[in-house]
């Protein structure tokens, strides 16, 4: 599919200033995890923007599409967004991290916009296959989206979940697979290997997408296709750069889970202009 | 006296809620047939998910459903609801709040020849640590119902624990009221609490040691949480000590609970008649009872130790 180019161009500036907010917020907070939260951010700032049924005002619409955020620790990531969604006041992103905030370090209910908490890994792709269930069971027409990380595709929890959406063919499923190759203790492919993975995903009965994750226009076709996809989950791989948008930052594994000191975020910012 | 499978009574509630409520769902991970969620699967196939041997997806996807409404009962059992998937429990069932009712059946050392791997002895422990999961664990028949009822008009998770043999129905109950203590007998040389199964063993020993004189009183603590703390602090200040009776570990079930609450507020002498630090094994129920020394007899035994 082509889109406008002015289209595209909007989304990929939103997208930039979607990276300017979690570096602010990391920064601010004094930990948390940018890597994953920057690597995701075109998939994820697409995904609001320009597909996904929502409604900020009214976050409780029973047919609105769902979102649920598997890989939690990235919740920076989903909290800009909702921010610039207007889900809650953007001066709120400040709090990240503070006792008592509705921005807690991993993604919790407590935040408007968040309808199931996360954090510890491999329980989403079941949590979004929920659902997806009542959808069905109550004849509703809305879509479930959820994004995992690559790292987590090795919890078991995830492939009872991948076995149990395509039996239940549930079609308004989409798994959105952030493939930046990296986890904590190094390389994914290092540290326990997940490959063949587009063939994993297909033996388990899904219709699967590759995409560059940082093409707009790759993100918005693949979104779309999924949608006339009948009788199976789908799976959108999206090949992504850890830290993508901050050159010293771009896959290096110290920027999994350390936010960036002052001076760090202040270069970081200066890139992302 | 009348004998009933608690399983039978709950998938028998879950039907007849099921016809009120379109909101129930039932998951089940291939123990239908034994757990009788297939008394719900076959009336409304609709709102039924057979997860497979997949008990840590199956929790997650309740909290799922949960989300976006549903009412929705979770049952394997207890072995696996409470061992296998006890973090899908703790971060997505019960740090959201959310309306997962986990009916496990099979709990206990009853469960008989299938032997220790099945015969789950530590669930209320492994639930009770968990903020916001309220328990149940129902003496009988009737009461399964009474607790699965109270499950679905109280919000939040919820944790049943029932077992596989049939059991006596406990006549003349007072009314059942969700986390209020039954009080079956009064007596004041010593008291007895009990859940599950033990109830039964208990009222045999009270009815035994009144021929030999000796007024023992016997409080059925269905609910474990929130727990009647005031009917056990009340009774404290009246007897002589307590013998605490389950069919589960002694370390963090009924008897720590009631341990807890007198320890802090009226220290009182607990004989624990429960399961210590051992593994099950096969054997038919009633030998494994005797085995593990959870019969009447042990729990006259344990009055003696506190009237001397």
Redesign the interface.
């Known amino acids: 599919m082509v889109y406008p180019e002015n289209q595209i161009k909007e989304l990929e500036n939103k997208a930039k200033k979607i990276r300017r907010l979690i570096i602010e917020m990391l920064s601010k907070a004094g930990s948390g995890h940018p890597g994953g939260s920057l690597s995701a951010t075109d998939l994820i700032t697409a995904l609001y923007f320009k597909v996904l049924r929502h409604n900020p005002k009214n976050p409780h619409w029973p047919n609105r599409d769902r979102f649920h955020l598997s890989k939690g620790h990235c919740c920076p990531l989903w909290y800009a967004v909702l921010a610039e969604c207007g889900y809650f006041p953007l001066e709120k992103l400040w709090t990240l991290r503070q006792l008592g905030s509705i921005l807690q370090g991993h993604p919790d209910r407590r935040t408007p916009g968040v309808d199931v908490a996360s954090g510890s890994l491999g329980q989403g792709l079941s949590v979004a296959l929920g659902m997806s269930l009542a959808a069905k069971i109550d004849k509703l027409d809305y879509r479930v989206y959820v994004l995992l990380g690559d790292g987590e595709l090795q919890e078991g929890n995830i492939w009872e979940a991948a076995m149990a959406a395509s039996h239940y063919q549930c079609d308004n499923l989409v798994a959105i697979v952030d493939y930046n190759g990296y986890q904590i203790d190094g390389r994914t492919n290092e540290v326990m290997d997940l490959e063949p993975l587009v063939e994993k995903w297909k033996a388990f009965g899904w219709h699967v997408f590759k995409i560059d994750g940082h093409n707009m226009s790759e993100i918005l076709s693949a979104y779309e296709e999924a949608k006339i996809i009948k009788a199976k989950p789908q799976v959108i791989i999206a090949y992504t750069t850890k830290g993508k948008g901050v050159s010293f930052m771009e896959n290096v594994v110290d920027f999994h889970g350390r936010a960036p000191t002052k001076e760090e975020a202040e270069r970081a910012l200066k890139e992302l202009e | 006296m009348e004998f009933l499978y608690q399983r039978d009574i709950y998938g028998q509630t879950l039907v007849e809620l099921g016809r009120i409520n379109k909101d129930i769902?039932v998951l089940d991970a291939d123990l239908s047939t034994s757990t009788r969620t297939a008394l719900f699967a076959k009336e409304f196939p609709?709102?039924f998910?057979n997860?497979?041997v997949?008990e840590?997806?199956m929790?997650?996807?309740?909290?799922?459903?949960?989300?976006?409404?549903?009412i929705v009962f979770v049952s394997t059992f207890a072995m696996f609801a409470t061992g296998r998937a006890w973090?899908?429990i703790r971060?997505?069932v019960a740090?959201?709040?959310f309306n997962v009712k986990i009916v496990a059946s099979h709990a206990g050392i009853s469960v008989g020849p299938d032997g220790s791997s099945h015969q789950a002895l530590e669930d209320i422990a492994l639930m009770r640590v968990i903020p916001n999961m309220n328990i149940i664990v129902p003496c009988d028949g009737p009461q399964t119902r009474d607790a699965v009822m109270a499950a679905v008009d109280n919000p939040g998770p919820f944790y049943i624990r029932i077992g596989r043999p049939k059991v006596p129905t406990i006549e003349n109950k007072p009314e059942f009221k969700f986390g209020k203590a039954q009080v079956l007998v009064e007596g004041k040389d010593a008291t007895i609490v009990a859940c599950g199964i033990m109830v039964n063993e208990a009222l045999v020993a009270v009815e035994n040691l009144k021929k030999k004189g000796i007024e023992v009183g016997l409080i059925n603590l269905h609910t474990l949480r929130p727990l009647d703390s005031e009917t056990i602090l009340n009774t404290a200040k009246e007897t002589r000590g307590f013998v605490v009776c389950e069919e589960h570990t002694v370390v963090g079930g009924l008897a720590s609970s009631i341990d807890e609450i007198l320890a802090e507020n009226h220290p009182t002498k607990v004989i624990r008649v429960g399961i210590k630090n051992r593994f099950g094994q096969s054997g038919e129920p009633a030998e494994l009872l005797s085995e593990y020394n959870l019969t009447a007899g042990d729990i006259e035994k344990a009055v003696f130790r506190i009237i001397g």
Do not use: H, M, P
């Open positions: 769902v609709e709102r998910f997860f497979g997949a840590q997806n929790l997650a996807t309740a909290s799922g459903l949960a989300s976006c409404g549903k973090d899908q971060n997505t740090y959201n709040g």
